[in-house]
């Protein structure tokens, strides 16, 4: 019997494209016995066709057009990047029924909605396990081993750059400029590394993995994100000093609201106490834990970016694509039946640590206790750190659980206290 022919289009050339197509060439006959079927690479799309390309890239496979490509395959894998033209292209495929592997978390977690609609009314697939965390496979656990669970809680270091920039800071006592100069060195950080240092794209990770947990459309904009470039080497300092690291964090939370149940979903930089698992993740690797009601607690850890390690994830999609397109079957379908309220950043929960900078006279802790009081906020532990300047102490105190709004409101009367010179940081803490 002929074996069938599966005609894969890859869009885009690029860090990961070009290892996607090597082992497509590689591990094709691999591939070939686990689908049941053969993986034809019909084309891969590039802007500039003279371009340099690494080795494994057959020159004679490139073609600059991308819509007569996806026009003849079967599986378009998508690795352009950005919203245009990769959204015009998935959309395209999707409209033609033809399913869709993809890599990009900014599509996905801004046009979602757009790209699932227009899958589910065309019966077609789109797969887009290399779009969280690179080769750690969270996506598939969030969407298939985990679809008898009901989570709770999701929590994680979705960015390895700025994971690798904060580990750099608190190994060497660098400064931020000086561990992104080295990150950017090694090819971690873009040039300009505002999508990683300004949490965006952890943001757009999070709402991917938020909608996926807790069956509700949740995308980027519903994110409440602080970036870490402000982080300096004193923070490290007294994070260590109090038991702990700062981690960038991707926080996606199943909370109940009186009889109601919500989503909080928000990138902070974090402080980690350091028996927490996520505290011992180094480097620019990614690490997901995951919370479910009947599974208990599951960690996912691995390499989040690199062209080779999100190939993995992008070749996993096409095995599984390849396969239902021979065979039959299909892709699980986007569920969004929960449709939760998304809360607003001041209903989020959280610890918190809190870091005055004040007068040093008689009285003023009390003073201090007092507005702690007023808004209900109860103080889990207290410190006063070291004399920063003359005439002045500094205090670090923790919460108990509380809402970061009930916190910004005794924050604003605090800045109003002749003793308060100044509130120097105010971070997130996970036990
Ligand atoms: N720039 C990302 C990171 C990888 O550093 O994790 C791509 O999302």
């Given at each position: 019997?002929?074996?069938?022919q599966v005609?894969i289009a890859?869009?885009g050339c690029g860090?990961?494209?070009s290892?996607?197509?090597r082992?497509l060439?590689?591990r ?7 689908c ?16 340099p390309r690494p080795?494994?890239v057959?020159?004679e496979?490139?073609?600059?057009d991308?819509?007569d ?13 950005g ?16 399913t869709?592997?993809?890599g990009?978390?900014a ?5 979602g909605?757009?790209?699932?609609d227009?899958a589910?009314?065309a019966?077609?697939d789109l ?10 496979p969270v ?13 709770t809680d999701?929590?994680?270091i979705?960015n ?7 580990d ?5 006592g660098?400064s931020?400029?000086?561990?992104l ?6 090819g971690?950080?873009?040039a ?8 965006y794209?952890?943001?757009a990770?999070?709402a991917?993995?938020a909608s996926?947990?807790f069956?509700?459309r949740?995308?980027?904009d519903?994110?409440?994100?602080t970036g870490?470039?402000?982080i ?8 260590r ?5 700062i981690?960038?964090l991707?926080h996606?939370h199943r909370?109940r ?7 909080s979903v928000?990138?902070?930089p974090?402080l ?9 993740i ?12 009947a ?6 850890y691995?390499?989040g ?8 994830a992008?070749?996993?999609d096409?095995v599984?694509?390849?396969t239902?397109?021979a065979h039959?079957?299909?892709a699980?379908?986007e569920?969004?039946?929960?449709s939760l309220e998304i809360?607003?950043?001041a209903q989020?929960r959280s610890?918190?640590?809190?870091r005055?900078?004040l007068a ?5 802790l ?7 009081a007023?808004h209900?906020l109860?103080?889990?532990?207290l410190t006063q750190t070291?004399?920063e300047?003359?005439?002045c102490?500094?205090l670090t105190?923790?919460?108990h659980e509380?809402t ?14 002749a003793?308060v ?11």
């Amino acid at each position: 019997m002929t074996p069938k022919q599966v005609k894969i289009a890859v869009l885009g050339c690029g860090t990961v494209g070009s290892q996607v197509v090597r082992l497509l060439s590689e591990r094709g006959e691999d591939y070939a016995q686990r689908c049941g079927a053969d993986l034809d690479l019909i084309g891969v799309a590039v802007r500039s066709l003279e371009a340099p390309r690494p080795q494994g890239v057959p020159r004679e496979l490139l073609t600059s057009d991308a819509e007569d490509l996806i026009d003849a395959a079967d599986i378009v894998v998508e690795l352009i990047g950005g919203i245009e033209p990769a959204r015009t292209f998935v959309l395209r495929a999707l409209r033609r029924g033809v399913t869709v592997v993809t890599g990009n978390k900014a599509l996905l977690a801004s046009c979602g909605p757009e790209l699932f609609d227009a899958a589910q009314h065309a019966n077609a697939d789109l797969y887009f396990e290399a779009a969280v965390a690179g080769a750690v496979p969270v996506v598939y656990a969030l969407r298939e081993s985990l679809a008898g669970d009901h989570v709770t809680d999701v929590l994680g270091i979705v960015n390895g750059t700025t994971n690798y920039i904060l580990d750099e800071m608190t190994r060497s006592g660098r400064s931020y400029e000086e561990a992104l100069a080295r990150a950017q060195e090694l090819g971690y950080a873009e040039a300009d590394p505002s999508a990683d240092v300004d949490g965006y794209d952890a943001a757009a990770k999070c709402a991917i993995l938020a909608s996926l947990a807790f069956h509700t459309r949740v995308g980027i904009d519903d994110v409440d994100v602080t970036g870490m470039s402000d982080i300096t080497a004193a923070d490290i300092e007294q994070a260590r000093a109090g038991g702990c690291v700062i981690k960038l964090l991707a926080h996606a939370h199943r909370v109940r609201v009186g009889e109601r149940e919500a989503v909080s979903v928000r990138v902070a930089p974090t402080l980690v106490e350091r028996d927490n698992p996520l505290a011992s993740i180094t480097g620019a690797f990614n690490a997901v834990v995951v919370d479910a009601e009947a599974a208990g607690r599951l960690m996912f850890y691995g390499q989040g970016a690199g062209g080779v390690q999100t190939a993995s994830a992008v070749l996993s999609d096409v095995v599984a694509a390849a396969t239902h397109v021979a065979h039959g079957g299909a892709a699980p379908r986007e569920q969004t039946y929960e449709s939760l309220e998304i809360l607003p950043a001041a209903q989020a929960r959280s610890a918190f640590e809190v870091r005055l900078i004040l007068a040093d006279r008689t009285g003023v802790l009390a003073e201090i206790a007092q507005v702690f009081a007023s808004h209900d906020l109860s103080v889990a532990a207290l410190t006063q750190t070291a004399r920063e300047e003359t005439g002045c102490s500094a205090l670090t105190l923790t919460t108990h659980e509380t809402t970061l709004g009930a916190l910004e409101g005794a924050l604003a009367d605090l800045r109003e206290l002749a003793c308060v010179k100044r509130v120097e940081r105010v971070l997130s803490r996970e036990g």
